[in-house]
């Protein structure tokens, strides 16, 4: 030791000068309004706008071929931040739209496309409060639709594997509250439904006119029927059961959905599209 070093004296009290300051706690910063939290549905978009859905998690892990994203890393950050994994692949993040969810949520039956779920929501008129027969729940993505409108729903639906995961979806997206206003019942429609007082009926079976009889029972006068049928001879045969069953104003659409290209000064038609999926059928019961 050198003569110009200074050993410490005990019992003699330093003064703040003589020892090191005591620094104060590091002011944690608030994370922004709005920010993402440990719970919430993540979508995750690539560099070649490949979308992928998560559920963020404190400690979890998202992996892809380009590495590894840390759910860390998102909860606390505001929305459409971008992220790396840990091979420096960037991502995105959003919360999901209802449009998003459908297209990448977990599914265990066919379902029906946002381009028809919207039509087809003008079509039935569904507002808040509306008690509504849906037959053929299928993942549930028209029930959430519905539901986010505001609507009370009383389902019926064949599988129990597929009524267990619509209600899954529609938790996951909507919050468990949303379940509430979803009555689901494992049943058969075509043997009979046992609801009264509809204010509309909503039908995406392979037969429907085998609940046309019932839903005249089941619907208020003026009450409306939409149906989801992807051929044209189930249309020809719905409507012939809708006309026989005392239902007028009876009409059929179907949607066209074309994204067009652009690049630099370019803009074309896309060369795909989504062309027929399914006819929509819409009609109103008159008073019994």
Do not use: C
């Amino acid at each position: 030791m050198s003569d110009d070093a200074i050993e410490p004296t005990e019992g003699v009290e330093q003064t703040p000068e003589a020892s090191d300051a005591v620094e104060s706690p590091t002011a944690v910063a608030e994370p922004p309004a709005g920010a993402f939290v440990a719970g919430d549905l993540v979508l995750l978009i690539d560099h070649k706008k490949r979308q992928y859905l998560i559920t963020l998690e404190t400690g979890g892990e998202f992996h892809t071929h380009s590495g590894i994203l840390m759910h860390d890393l998102l909860i606390g950050r505001a929305e459409a931040s971008e992220f790396e994994t840990t091979r420096g692949q960037r991502f995105q993040a959003f919360r999901p739209t209802l449009e998003d969810y459908i297209l990448t949520m977990p599914r265990g039956a066919q379902v029906i496309y946002p381009k028809d779920i919207a039509p087809m929501m003008m079509l039935a008129d569904v507002g808040p409060g509306m008690q509504v027969l849906e037959t053929g729940l299928g993942s549930g993505a028209l029930s959430m639709a519905l539901l986010r409108a505001g609507a009370e729903i009383h389902g019926y639906e064949l599988r129990e594997d597929f009524a267990s995961r619509a209600k899954k979806n529609v938790a996951a997206f909507l919050g468990e509250e949303a379940l509430e206003r979803y009555h689901v019942n494992i049943g058969d429609a075509y043997e009979g439904v046992d609801v009264v007082d509809m204010d509309r009926v909503i039908l995406d079976i392979p037969e429907p006119w085998n609940v046309v009889p019932h839903a005249r029972g089941a619907l208020r006068s003026g009450g409306i029927l939409v149906a989801y049928t992807p051929s044209i001879t189930q249309v020809l045969e719905l409507r012939q059961a809708l006309e026989t069953a005392g239902f007028s104003a009876i009409e059929t659409i179907e949607v066209l959905h074309r994204g067009w290209y652009f690049k630099d000064r370019a803009a074309r038609p896309d060369h795909r599209m989504v062309a027929h999926t399914a006819f929509l059928t819409k009609a109103r019961l008159l008073s019994v």
